[in-house]
């Protein structure tokens, strides 16, 4: 059974920053996308980041791109997304999610996506 679990979110003030974290069992870290989405209250999922677990590729929404960067520990079977320079706006929970394919044409979609974890939230506010 394949398991995500996220960390590292909380309370931050604006143009803090925080490290989430990803732990994901049942998975082999090859041939997979691997990517962060968010959804705040209200609103549709929105994908933020994207790894191929492959090649390392890496891809970005344009909502972090220059503030998040996104990384893997495939020994640990970890994904990570620092975040720096939050902004109330980035408030959301944030999902890890697994695509089990490595068709780049939707890659930016949380419609593709299979595999998903609880969520950590994120609160950025003064």
């Known amino acids: 059974q394949v398991q995500l679990v996220e960390s590292g979110g909380g309370l931050v003030q604006p143009g803090g920053s925080l490290r989430l974290s990803c732990a994901a069992s049942?998975?082999?870290?090859?041939?997979?996308?691997m990517s962060w989405i968010r959804q705040a209250p209200g609103n549709e999922p929105e994908w933020i980041s994207a790894v191929n677990t492959a090649d390392g590729a890496t891809d970005y929404a344009d909502s972090g791109k220059g503030r998040f960067t996104i990384s893997r520990e495939s020994a640990r079977n970890t994904l990570y997304l620092q975040m720096n320079n939050l902004k109330p706006e980035d408030t959301a929970l944030y999902y890890c999610?697994?695509?089990?394919?490595?068709?780049?044409?939707?890659?930016?979609?949380?419609?593709?996506?299979?595999?998903w974890g609880p969520g950590t939230q994120v609160t950025v506010s003064s």
């Open positions: 049942g998975f082999t870290f090859t041939n997979y996308y």
């Open positions: 999610a697994i695509r089990a394919s490595l068709n780049p044409s939707g890659v930016r979609s949380y419609l593709e996506y299979e595999y």
